[in-house]
């Protein structure tokens, strides 16, 4: 049973590049997240999904982009990146959004150097 | 002011001892609450998921909810020095689209 699935694990990025972070999930949950930690740091909202083809921003959506085609993937676009976009970035799912628990995938660490 | 609010630490204790975490909340339509764990370089890992006011036991583990005061405790029984890991207190908010999060407190068990 694989849950949540990110890649890639690690990734290094130059000023100005673009790049997806990947998120898969296999136990048919409707709701999928994604969050920033910075170091020391709790975790920050970015884009959330309540279903395929619905998708709505977080706390802190400059930056970034998302899709929801399906109702397995979440994939996270970076489309210019920057110094203050490194970070860890984690990706979770719920089958629904108020009364059941997020499940995290293991996280991609990026470097904007 | 923030939606939940934990005292970020650390806190240190002695190996067997009760470690306690405690957790605020600002929004008085929350539902549902839960407790992660979180190692260093690590994901945020589900220990208890608790809805109603009282106390809700899993093991070393004990989830306290007080809903009229805004709420929600984690004590861990006979601290081991595996349960050194950073405490999250997530709240459901009443849209019930979004959690919130607290910034986490840090627990060190001394062996």
């Known amino acids: 049973n694989a849950g949540v699935t990110q890649t890639p694990k690690f990734r290094i990025l130059k000023i100005g590049q673009s790049m997806t972070l990947q998120c898969t999930q296999d136990?048919?949950?409707?709701?999928m997240y994604w969050y920033r930690q910075d170091p020391g740091m709790g975790l920050k909202l970015i884009y959330y999904?309540?279903?395929?083809?619905?998708?709505d921003k977080g706390e802190v959506p400059n930056g970034y982009n998302v899709s929801r085609s399906t109702t397995e993937d979440f994939p996270l676009r970076l489309e210019l990146a920057a110094p203050s976009q490194t970070s860890v970035y984690f990706c979770?799912?719920?089958?629904?959004?108020?009364?059941?628990?997020?499940?995290f995938g293991d996280g991609t660490r990026l470097s904007i150097l | 002011q923030k939606e939940v609010e934990q005292n970020s630490g650390p806190l240190s204790v002695p190996e067997g001892a009760i470690a306690s975490l405690n957790c605020t909340y600002s929004?008085?339509?929350?539902?549902?609450f839960f407790w992660y764990r979180q190692y260093s370089g690590k994901s945020p890992e589900l220990i208890m998921s608790?809805?109603?006011?009282g106390d809700k036991e899993d093991g070393r583990f004990t989830a306290q909810l007080n809903k009229a005061s805004q709420y929600v405790s984690l004590l861990i029984r006979d601290s081991q020095p595996s349960d050194s890991a950073t405490y999250l207190c997530?709240?459901?908010?009443?849209?019930?689209?979004?959690?919130?999060f607290g910034t986490g407190t840090s627990l060190t068990v001394i062996p």
């Open positions: 979770a799912s719920s089958y629904t959004g108020r009364d059941q628990p997020q499940h």
């Open positions: 136990m048919n949950h409707n709701y």
């Open positions: 999904s309540v279903g395929a083809g619905i998708t």
């Open positions: 929004d008085r339509g929350s539902q549902s």
């Open positions: 608790i809805y109603s006011n």
């Open positions: 997530a709240v459901s908010g009443w849209s019930g689209n979004q959690f919130y």
